[in-house]
């Protein structure tokens, strides 16, 4: 149905009575200015809907009174939140961190000489002790210790300084710097 002068003329002759509708419903006059307007904007768009002949102001009212619900229903759901602090809550943190860290020591691990990082394993991972890793390496246990000192320093500063050359000092991390949970240091 099209739009005509007289449906038209009807429907602003109602917007009194939606004034003092819609101000029972919220009490608050920008509101209800919102609300009127939206409510003469629905019927217009979807005049089609209205049967000539019916109440044109029952059918209005309908119109701003599931209006006012539809909104009060979203509103209700809504925080105000101007600082942003409501949303730094819902932040979702990852859930397994410890796979990323993982990730790093795998990386840096890669990135170490083929006998420290076989030292670092041997003795750090498979809890081998130094004499067991040095048979395993067919060499002595002290050099076992000096591969395992030295990767794990490496290792320790490559993790701390995520790949970047050493501090202003020059000095490594020292080994005794936990790598990563679950890999035991032996001292």
Not at 10 to 30: E, K
Not at 75 to 97: F, H, K
Request: net charge positive; with cysteine.
């Amino acid at each position: 149905m099209r739009m005509d002068s007289a449906l038209q003329n009807q429907a602003l002759d109602t917007v009194p009575s939606l004034r003092a509708f819609a101000m029972s419903l919220c009490g608050d006059a920008d509101r209800v200015n919102d609300l009127v307007q939206e409510t003469l904007l629905r019927a217009f768009s979807h005049i089609e809907s209205f049967q000539v002949g019916t109440n044109m102001q029952a059918w209005l009212f309908t119109i701003l009174r599931n209006n006012f619900r539809e909104e009060y229903r979203k509103r209700r759901r809504e925080v105000e939140d101007a600082d942003g602090r409501y949303a730094e809550m819902l932040i979702s943190r990852p859930e397994q961190p410890s796979r990323v860290e993982f990730g790093e020591l795998c990386g840096a691990l890669e990135k170490l000489p083929a006998k420290q990082r076989r030292a670092v394993i041997l003795v750090g991972a498979l809890d081998f002790s130094y004499d067991e890793a040095a048979a395993a390496c067919s060499c002595a246990a002290g050099t076992i210790k000096s591969r395992v000192h030295r990767g794990r320093a490496r290792l320790a500063n490559r993790l701390a300084n995520d790949g970047a050359p050493k501090g202003a000092t020059g000095h490594p991390v020292t080994a005794g710097t936990a790598l990563a949970p679950g890999l035991r240091i032996q001292r």
